[in-house]
């Protein structure tokens, strides 16, 4: 796939995490954290997968969250003692699975619990603001400061640990909340932050009736070699058969998820390593800012956030494979902990007492385990050290690339500093806290330096409905059936120009195939009508010689214009890595600007020029203009802009070793420019105003009026108006100046911008803009604003119509408004008539095959009306069409091709000459 899809990588000199030369880089690293005091052992509470049987750090386990239906229960815990003995502390728990370790409840000091009676004659205590989950009438017998409530004993729920301190006791904490449950909580140490701090204040035992595993043990009575998880049913029906089930509910979370085996994980408490990255936090913030994310959201915000609330990361993992964690230690006679750090493979070898028994051939070294656990180390006071057992986070792998890769820094320094830090990265939006964390930690450090100076978040792909991908659900697309059936260069650019970075992709297959038909095979085609009327021509772009720009046609001047303006709003665009909007304004450019303007227009005059100098202009400017865009185009699409390249360079050299020069500024012409986009939108509304009144392109129209407010506007339009009258196909474009009878302009409000902007004033500014003058829209649309009443009205608050009047019909675009004569004399409707029929005539040529240049006989059959007219054309349609004779076909049976002139049929025989 990575050669197929076109991986711009180096695939023969790839770096493998697990080679000796990597783990060195690493380990150098890790003594570089613990030589500052970073590195340390910890207790904590940590998320623990039951199939590792390790800790996650907080940065993996954000990547695996599912949703998942659990149960949460109302228990009742019997007071043993004192004023409220025989009442029950009602708790409320989602983890049932961890009432067997239960060890103590916990209240908050400042809330007001209440104790109650039901009607049912039971005696529960719960907070008073929690009382609306009760589901049976009651009586409230007291209320009571919740610091009272604390060391009132109650009776355990499972006998399955004895006790070596005073535990089922009621605790005070500040982390139980109103805001669901009871206001109660149950306490476990073994398996929660606030249970393991509270237990610490508290003197608490330890009780675990889960292992690492996430079985439960031995002694769990019935629950013994259980997932914890899958327990939870059984605890249910076990309370419930002892009377100290209240009730039961269901309800969807999303819960952590192991990202390797995606299975739940358990809160435990662990001993582990970590690295102090809250002690350097600020720094990773402030060098955070300095990074061009794409989208920037996600590093303002979704990172950003995550630095914020920044926790020291646990490195180690109990694992038999990974990158061992370099540490050695010894325990003396107090029972205290020595540490030390080893930073490289000479220093292993310097330290180690027993090296060359381990590793009697120095080559053949296997730092993992289980040979490294082999191997003792003499500590600095003379006593011997094994190594710690544990493995570290394969994330601490990823992010040491930069250096890493090159075994820095015992070799290839200058390489190193050369590319780091890098220029651009690329991953998964599930990566803001995974690669995209673990490089900017490690790399802040070790070098006090971002360690990518620009990223693009990649979104997820899912199917066209929205759906996650899945085998399951016969929803997965094979991406090698995609390539194989449409090329890698689709499907790359495809999904980079379908969605903005950072969304996720609706993945269809119909929109592959627009994209081919409606991108890819325009830009063939525009290079296949170039080498074939270059061909016809003899034209040589190597030789023969290059006609300056400025004396180039009109036309010419303004396409090298329009590539020099895209190529900068390009390199913009790419140096911002805003590839999504780089791609579109290329789309947009070969199919609006290239084919349907530039090459439309040229084609006949392409196809035979007027003069040499003409010739030469002509394919000059086509050549510059696709070889320019093909590199543009050539960084998401590799494949067929290379194929392309050097076919219409007619050289062996490689488009991804060619340049993208900056844009030259000396050939872009805004003034011009802008007067070829007026003369666009005016063809844009005319052809609108044909289509939706059936008026086809072929058949001429008499005039077309357009006003004007200004003596810009006024030349714009005169500059442009031969191209604008043969485009549009009407005889005449004349200019309004003041007020017509056949424009009258109206305004009406744009609600959505006066809503937000007037408010409650609203229906006074829809008044006053329902009672715009003709005059006054004049005056807004000159100056995109106007004062009425002291309330300022501005372009974008209204939208402009007209209204037709017998025989026109008028469209506005863009504050252009267009009025169309459709009458039609006879002069009109023959002229539309051999237009039509040349144009089957060419048709029938082009769907034949038939060579450009080929010179054929014309035969036609049908009525008089139209044959009467097609005579009197003869010399426009022979020229037109290439054309030796043209001529009814007066009796003469040919196998005709059946077609019709504006409902009239009209059977043509094209007859090549030999």
């Known amino acids: 796939m990575t050669e197929r899809i076109g991986y711009w990588i180096d695939l023969n000199d790839a770096y493998v995490t697990y080679h000796n030369e990597y783990i060195e880089s690493v380990w150098w690293a890790l003594k570089k954290f613990f030589e500052k005091g970073l590195i340390y052992k910890g207790f ?133 909340t109103t805001e669901d449950g009871t206001g109660i909580v149950h306490i476990a140490p073994t398996y929660g932050e606030d249970d393991y701090q509270t237990g610490l204040k508290y003197d608490l035992p330890l009780f675990s009736a889960v292992g690492k595993n996430g079985l439960f043990i031995e002694k769990a009575g019935n629950f013994k070699n259980k997932n914890f998880k899958e327990a939870d049913q059984d605890i249910i029906f076990e309370l419930k058969n002892s009377g100290r089930l209240y009730k039961k509910e269901m309800f969807t979370h999303s819960y952590p998820h192991c990202w390797r085996h995606k299975v739940p994980l358990m809160y435990f408490a662990t001993d582990s390593w970590f690295i102090r990255t809250t002690e350097y936090k600020d720094k990773m913030i402030q060098l955070n800012n300095t990074i061009n994310w794409n989208p920037k959201a996600f590093g303002s915000g979704r990172f950003g ?90 994330w601490f792998d990823s992010g040491s690339m930069p250096f890493a890769q090159f075994h820095y820094p015992f070799e290839n320094e200058n390489l190193f500093e050369k590319n780091f830090p890098a220029d651009f990265i690329a991953e998964g939006l599930d990566q803001t806290r995974g690669w995209f964390y673990s490089l900017h930690a490690i790399n802040t450090f070790l070098f006090d330096e971002v360690a990518y100076k620009n990223l693009i978040v990649n979104g997820l792909i899912l199917d066209k409905n929205g759906k996650k991908m899945s085998k399951s659900l016969g929803n997965a697309v094979n991406p090698f059936e995609m390539i194989n059936r449409y090329g890698a260069d689709v499907l790359r650019w495809y999904l980079i120009y379908s969605s903005p970075i950072g969304n996720s992709k609706l993945f269809n297959e119909d929109d592959l195939k627009e994209l081919q038909n409606k991108f890819f095979d325009t830009l063939i085609n525009t290079v296949r009508f170039f080498i074939l009327y270059s061909n016809l021509t003899d034209f040589d772009h190597r030789n023969d010689k290059v006609t300056k720009v400025k004396d180039r046609p009109v036309i010419d001047r303004w396409i090298v214009s329009k590539v ?15 590839i999504t909007k780089a791609s579109r304004i290329l789309f947009d450019f070969t199919n609006d600007e290239l084919s349907n303007w530039y090459i439309r227009r040229n084609r006949k005059r392409l196809r035979k020029p007027e003069n040499e100098k003409d010739r030469l202009s002509g394919y000059h400017t086509l050549h510059y203009v696709i070889v320019e865009l093909l590199k543009m185009i050539s960084p998401v699409s590799p494949f067929l802009t290379e194929k392309l390249y050097r076919t219409i360079t007619e050289s062996d050299e490689s488009i991804h070793l060619s340049f993208i020069e900056n844009a030259n500024e000396d050939y872009i012409d805004t003034k011009l420019e802008e007067e070829m986009r007026t003369a666009q939108n005016i063809v844009y509304i005319v052809r609108s105003i044909r289509v939706k009144n059936n008026l086809r392109v072929r058949q001429p129209l008499r ?115 267009v009025a169309v004569d459709i009458k039609l004399d006879d002069e009109l409707i023959e002229e539309g008539i051999v237009r039509e029929f040349i144009n089957r005539v060419q048709n029938f040529r082009r769907n ?67």
């Open 305 to 394: 956030k995550w630095l914020e609330d920044n926790k020291d990361w646990a490195i180690s993992r109990n694992r038999f494979w990974g990158t061992p964690l370099p540490i050695w230690y010894y325990t003396d006679n107090q029972g205290t902990e020595h540490y030390e750090c080893i930073g490289s493979f000479d220093e292993l070898e310097q330290r180690s007492v027993n090296y060359s028994e381990v590793y009697p051939v120095k080559s053949d070294m296997d730092i993992h385990k289980p040979y490294i656990d082999d191997i003792v180390i003499e500590s600095k006071d003379g006593i011997k050290m094994k190594r710690v057992s544990q493995v570290i986070d394969c």
């Open 564 to 578: 020099n303006s895209l190529k900068k709003d390009y390199l913009e665009l790419m140096d911002d890595y805003d």
């Open 703 to 817: 005039q077309i009026l357009v006003p004007v407010l200004n003596e810009r506007d006024k030349e714009k339009i005169l500059k442009v108006k031969e191209i604008i009258l043969e485009e549009v196909n009407v005889k005449e474009l004349n200019l309004l100046e003041g007020n017509s009878e056949i424009i009258v302009k109206q305004a009406k409000p744009h609600f959505k911008s006066i809503g937000p902007k007037f408010g409650k004033n609203v229906k006074t500014v829809q008044k006053i803009i329902n009672g715009l003058s003709d005059k006054q829209i004049s005056e807004i649309e000159k100056n995109k604003f106007i004062n009425i009443d002291g309330v300022k009205i501005e372009f974008s608050d209204i939208e402009i119509f007209t209204e037709d009047i017998e025989g026109w019909i008028l469209d506005t675009h863009d504050s252009l408004t």
């Open 44 to 176: 904590k509470i940590l998320p623990f997968c039951p199939v590792c049987e390790s800790p996650l750090s907080s940065h993996e386990v954000a990547q695996g969250y599912q949703d998942l239906k659990d149960p949460s229960v109302y228990v009742k815990f019997r007071i043993t003692e004192g004023e409220y003995k025989d009442s029950d502390f009602l708790v409320w728990t989602t983890t049932p699975w961890t009432l067997p370790s239960n060890a103590a409840l916990a209240v908050n000091p400042e809330v007001i619990y209440i104790q109650i009676k039901t009607e049912n004659d039971d005696i529960f205590i719960l907070a008073k603001e929690r009382a609306e989950i009760i589901t049976e009438k009651y009586e409230v017998l007291k209320e009571i400061n919740g610091k009272d409530l604390e060391h009132i004993p109650y009776q355990k729920l499972f006998d399955f640990f004895k006790e070596d301190k005073k535990a089922f006791y009621v605790t005070l904490g500040d982390f139980v």
């Open 848 to 914: 034949n095959e038939f060579n450009v240049s080929e010179k054929v006989n014309v035969y036609f059959k049908t009525d008089d009306s139209i044959t009467s007219i097609l005579k009197k054309n003869l010399k426009y349609i022979k020229a037109e069409t290439l054309s030796n004779k043209v001529e009814s076909s007066n009796g003469h049976e040919f196998d005709f091709s059946k077609t019709d002139i504006n409902g009239i049929s009209c059977d043509i025989f094209i007859q090549k000459l030999k």
